[in-house]
């Protein structure tokens, strides 16, 4: 296997590891966001009854309205949510006006500065739009604000190891595992301390420092032997350097303590069992 080719698998690999906690697309929180107002996404069913191009003329038109309104009353909440909504409904279409996404988030986000999702979809639009900088920036203000925000922190990560900055991404993780860690001993906090530390064994390993990333995920397991996360992460790193034996050990374990939802992703996308194979085995790899 060349290198180029064992790091891209180590990457996909790694990929699948974290979809447990959190990820970086837009799309999630534009799900969400359009269903808190109980919009539901666009069903095959329903593009059947509206075509696409039907849809995005009742949207823009809708659009133009909303930005009438609030050249009358630019501090209207209700309206620049109500914006937004049809904005990202106009995206999940293949609509890519980022620039109107980015303005109406910008408002909201001063017009709401405790609301951190706006921040962070504020952050991950400018990401998608190649404003580096400016998501950058975003990020900061965000993990100043909560230092911990899962989503602010993979988010900055993934953005210095794309400026080619990995010793930035893991200072950035380390300085924040160790300040929670003190934090969560004083006082009990909800941090999820695993995840961080699953994101600081990832940009090891992507780094190819593995014993590092190992090191990482054993302190994980150690944390909470109960939580099925660093042992996925540890056993698909192990696999990827071909101890196969060892790998195989893990994911078995980390099949066990998966919540029922994780529990098929694991043995189809990671062990690679077809359905039938699943079923014959599932005395062996636990309900």
Known sequence: MTEARNRW???????????????VSILPIIETIINEKNLPVISATEQRKS????ERSKL???IKGLQLVLQREPNNQSTLRSLLERQLRLLQLGDENLQGIIETLDKLTQLNPEEIKYAVLLAQAKQQANDKEGAVQTYRSILEIKPANLEALQGMVMLLLDQKKPEAA???L???LAKETQANKIEPRNTDLIAIQLLLGNVYALQELYSQAITIYDMAIEYDKQDFRPILAKAM????????DEANYLFKNAAKLAPPKYKDEIKKQ???????????SEGNIGK
């Open 60 to 62: 823009t038109k809708d």
């Open 174 to 176: 380390k300085e924040t």
């Open 270 to 280: 990671v062990l690679g069992e077809k359905s039938q194979g699943i079923k014959k």
């Open 237 to 244: 790193l192990l696999k990827v350097q071909g101890m196969a």
């Open 170 to 172: 893991i200072s950035l």
């Open 51 to 54: 075509s696409v191009s039907e």
């Open 9 to 23: 698998i180590v990457k996909i690999i790694l990929f699948i590891a974290i979809f447990a906690f959190i990820g």
